[in-house]
């Protein structure tokens, strides 16, 4: 029997401590948590309650413990710095999305990944999401015919005392904390995003970045695409209240956060409610409904403790990362076009 990974928890805010119960839930044998390393004062009791030591620098953690692998979990800042540590001292790592705060840096950490032979991930964790596998095959399987047209949304609610917890969280709003996400779904679902355009609005919140946008979008397929996107707006369309995957969120079973729309039908996500046509699909034929059946996942549902699975056997060298530092790149370049669309109302094409 192999020996269980040993890993570290860099950062311990909301995902870090997802991550800390997902290796303290995980399959015996498969992997084990030796070191946390976070400098708020709340850090020292879950060092305690995991029974682990806590440091206050990832660099002393790595020389004093020598994991197999480390988890960053920290402020979106941090993950390159940290990433590029975890490289100097040989150490491979799943590094929470974004995958950087800049295209520059995220080329950086790109071409150290490159030249230290080491596998780094990306935390997309919703790329290990059984509804969203499920989804894709419907596509590949020309259940909708030639993708036309999609919408989505993440509209949401955060409470204020959120980024009085964070506040870093005021800098980064929700585009590069939560659409990062959004973006990756859509890439893995409709394939690249080519020109974005997008308004922003922070009159809600009054932070220094946009609470607000709506957002066009171009796929390299033709389809074109639409997405609301706001962290003040009180509405249940949104993935972590649609899908139930994380109990943490109110859920909403019955609605749907992306609407795919081909020429032959729609598929609604995480629903994964298709309406398609038996014949020739018109609007004055008779449609049949369905809901598609996702594969039963070992290990279960929760993508964070999938994703663990899959960072596991990453680091015993079964498999190759999912979500690589390059991937990752794409989705933050998307991201940021966006952005800069907010900013110049003006469209921006993605090379």
């Not at 030796?34 to 206050?56: H, K, M, N, Q, S």
């Not at 679902?189 to 220094?208: M, N």
Request: glycine content about 10%; hydrophobic content about 45%.
């Amino acid at each position: 029997m192999k020996p269980a990974v040993r890993l570290a928890v860099v950062g311990l805010g909301l995902i870090g401590r997802d991550h800390l119960r997902a290796i303290a839930t995980a399959p015996r044998g498969a992997c084990e948590l030796i070191a946390v390393v976070d400098t708020a004062p709340a850090a020292r009791a879950l060092a305690d309650d995991y029974e682990v030591p806590l440091f206050t620098g990832l660099d002393a953690m790595l020389q004093a413990m020598g994991p197999d692998g480390v988890i960053l979990a920290t402020p979106n800042g941090a993950h390159v710095p940290g990433a590029l540590t975890c490289l100097a001292h040989g150490v491979p790592a799943l590094i929470e999305k974004p995958v950087a705060d800049s295209l520059d840096e995220a080329e950086q950490l790109s071409a150290a990944v490159a030249a230290s032979g080491l596998p780094l991930l990306v935390g997309h964790h919703r790329r290990h999401s059984p509804i969203l596998q499920a989804a894709r095959a419907a596509l590949d399987g020309g259940r909708l015919g030639r993708l036309v047209a999609v919408s989505g949304s993440a509209t949401f609610r955060k409470p204020d005392h959120y980024f009085d917890d964070g506040p870093w969280r005021r800098q980064s709003g929700p585009l590069l904390i939560n659409m990062i996400h959004e973006v990756d779904c859509l890439r893995a679902l409709a394939g690249e995003i080519v020109e974005v355009q997008a308004l922003g609005s922070r009159t809600l919140r009054g932070h220094p970045c946009d609470d607000t946008l709506a957002i066009s979008l171009r796929f390299a397929n033709g389809a074109l695409g639409s997405f609301m996107l706001s962290d003040a707006a009180a509405s249940p369309r949104s993935w972590e209240q649609t899908s139930g995957e994380n109990p943490a969120y109110d859920h909403h079973p019955g609605e749907d956060c992306y609407v795919l729309c081909g020429e032959r039908g729609q598929l609604g996500v995480p629903t994964l409610r298709l309406m398609d046509y038996a014949g020739e699909a018109s609007w004055w034929a008779a449609s049949r409904t369905e809901v598609l059946a996702m594969a039963e996942p070992a290990g279960g549902h929760d993508p964070i403790a999938r994703q663990l699975a899959h960072f596991c056997a990453v680091l015993r060298g079964e498999v190759a990362p999912r979500v690589s530092v390059a991937d990752a790149t794409r989705t933050l370049a998307v991201t940021l076009a966006i952005k800069r669309s907010a900013e110049t109302g003006r469209s921006v094409a993605i090379p």
